[in-house]
């Protein structure tokens, strides 16, 4: 009963998702506020020089790198935060470059599933305070962190993850000089290089916001981690042991 009046609750914005098709339980997904598209994604990119991105960016300032070929670029996360998708071709390879700023995860998928090409949006809702984002062509939902296709066609269907080291800006533009860097030129104002969520990741957070599932003890609820999944298994080490 719950799951019907969820559906009940999302018909009238998402007409064309196949909710009876789903692999995990519907009442597990939450509003995070925003509308579909409500945090706009980034569909027709523009870039400048190293040069001409020195004059924003702060030599410390975190910076999602992709290259394919001889095409390098970098999307820095102070425009990922207020974005959260951007939908880009690189080296011709289509991609999804996501952030997710409550997980603080930045992932790059390969945009083909099945011989289609997709385009991503963000559905304004979370699920275990993840992004669940959509794609355009079937209104699947996906989910951000794993990659996998959750409600809709699509469910069960995964996203091929594609290597992209998070850097520092003066490790980008010392290794690319040459490199693209993702334009402010977005189409939309947004305070980029400001915080939308100051406080959020504080370490002292004991509950998340909208994560509804059971804490781990094991570690603070927000504890910056590198995780590793191979061969259906899965490890973290707290940046906190990184250090040494």
């Not at 509308?35 to 999602?64: M, N, Q, T, Y």
């Amino acid at each position: 009963p719950a799951e019907v009046g969820q559906v009940r609750q999302w018909r009238a914005e998402w007409p064309r998702t196949d909710f009876s098709r789903h692999q995990v339980s519907l009442t597990e997904i939450l509003s995070g506020g925003p509308p579909k598209d409500g945090i706009p994604p980034i569909d027709h990119p523009k870039f400048v020089s190293v040069a001409d991105a020195s004059k924003r960016l702060e030599a410390d300032e975190p910076v999602l790198v992709f290259a394919e070929g001889g095409d390098v670029r970098a999307y820095p996360l102070q425009i990922l935060i207020w974005h959260e998708i951007v939908n880009d071709t690189v080296g011709g390879r289509p991609v999804a470059v996501t952030f997710c700023p409550l997980c603080n995860s930045a992932i790059v998928f390969d945009r083909r599933v099945q011989g289609t090409t997709l385009d991503f949006g963000t559905t304004g809702k979370l699920r275990k305070s993840d992004l669940v984002m959509w794609d355009r062509q079937t209104e699947s939902w996906w989910q951000q962190l794993t990659g996998e296709g959750i409600v809709g066609r699509m469910t069960g269907q995964h996203l091929t993850f594609l290597p992209a080291p998070l850097v520092a800006w003066r490790t980008f533009r010392a290794a690319h000089p040459g490199g693209r860097v993702l334009s402010h030129d977005t189409g939309y104002f947004r305070d980029y290089g400001s915080n939308p969520y100051v406080g959020y990741d504080d370490p002292a957070t004991q509950h998340p916001f909208l994560f509804r599932g059971a804490v781990d003890g094991r570690l603070r609820p927000m504890e910056r981690v590198l995780a590793l999944l191979q061969g259906g298994a899965a490890r973290v080490w707290p940046f906190a042991a990184l250090e040494h």
